[in-house]
C-alpha cells in the first residue's frame, strides 16, 4: 500500500480500497461526492462535497459556500451539520468528505472538526471518510473526528 501524507505524517494504515467498504460507507461518500456537484466555490475554485448519516440512518448533504466576504463562507461539512441539526438531528454516526486535492486527502478544517466534536459526545466518535472525485478503483481514507482533533475544547474540559 502506498504511504499518504496526510496533516503532516504518513497515514497508509488508515487508507482502503472503496470496495472493500461497507456499502453504507460507499452511499455516504457518494453522496457526498454528488453534494460536491453544488459547491459554490468562485474564490477558491475548491469544490467540497460532504455527507453525515445520523444514528437513524438519515443522510444529509452540503457543500461549501464562499462568499466575498470570506468570514461569511461556509464548510461543506458545517452545511451538511446544521441541515441535520436544523431537523432536530443531533446524534451523527459518520461523515464523508470529497474534494480533489493532488497530494492527500481533504480532511475537515479545525473549525469543522470542533464543530463535528461536539457531537461526538458520551464517549461517541463520529467516523471520518475522506476521498477524491475520481472514478473508481477509489481509496479513501477512514478516520475519524477525534481521531483528527484530540483534546478539542469541550465544555467540561473549560471548568
Same mark, same amino acid.
Given at each position: 500500500?502506498?504511504?499518504?501524507?496526510?496533516?503532516?505524517?504518513?497515514?497508509?494504515?488508515?487508507?482502503?480500497?472503496?470496495?472493500?467498504?461497507?456499502?453504507?460507507?460507499?452511499?455516504?461518500?457518494?453522496?457526498?461526492?454528488?453534494?460536491?456537484n453544488?459547491?459554490?466555490?468562485p474564490?477558491?475554485? *475548491?469544490?467540497?462535497?460532504?455527507?453525515?448519516?445520523?444514528?437513524?440512518?438519515?443522510?444529509?448533504?452540503?457543500?461549501?459556500?464562499?462568499?466575498?466576504?470570506?468570514?461569511?463562507?461556509?464548510?461543506?461539512?458545517?452545511?451538511?451539520?446544521?441541515?441535520?441539526?436544523?431537523?432536530?438531528?443531533?446524534?451523527?454516526?459518520?461523515?464523508?468528505?470529497?474534494?480533489?486535492?493532488?497530494?492527500? *486527502?481533504?480532511?475537515?478544517?479545525?473549525?469543522?472538526?470542533? *464543530?463535528?466534536?461536539?457531537?461526538?459526545?458520551?464517549?461517541?466518535?463520529?467516523?471520518?471518510?475522506?476521498a477524491?472525485?475520481?472514478?473508481?478503483?477509489?481509496?479513501?481514507?477512514?478516520?475519524?473526528?477525534?481521531?483528527?482533533?484530540?483534546?478539542?475544547?469541550? *465544555?467540561?474540559?473549560?471548568?
Amino acid at each position: 500500500m502506498t504511504q499518504v501524507f496526510i496533516n503532516g505524517a504518513t497515514d497508509a494504515a488508515n487508507v482502503r480500497e472503496h470496495d472493500s467498504l461497507d456499502a453504507s460507507i460507499q452511499e455516504l461518500i457518494r453522496a457526498a461526492a454528488e453534494a460536491r456537484n453544488h459547491a459554490y466555490c468562485p474564490y477558491s475554485n *475548491f469544490a467540497v462535497g460532504a455527507a453525515i448519516r445520523t444514528s437513524d440512518g438519515s443522510i444529509y448533504t452540503g457543500c461549501n459556500i464562499e462568499n466575498g466576504a470570506y468570514a461569511a463562507s461556509i464548510c461543506a461539512e458545517r452545511t451538511a451539520a446544521v441541515k441535520a441539526l436544523s431537523e432536530g438531528k443531533r446524534q451523527f454516526v459518520a461523515c464523508a468528505v470529497v474534494a480533489q486535492q493532488d497530494n492527500g *486527502f481533504t480532511t475537515p478544517c479545525g473549525v469543522c472538526r470542533q *464543530f463535528l466534536a461536539e457531537f461526538a459526545s458520551n464517549g461517541r466518535d463520529i467516523a471520518l471518510y475522506a476521498a477524491k472525485p475520481t472514478n473508481l478503483p477509489l481509496r479513501v481514507l477512514c478516520t475519524s473526528v477525534l481521531q483528527l482533533l484530540p483534546n478539542g475544547f469541550s *465544555f467540561s474540559s473549560s471548568k
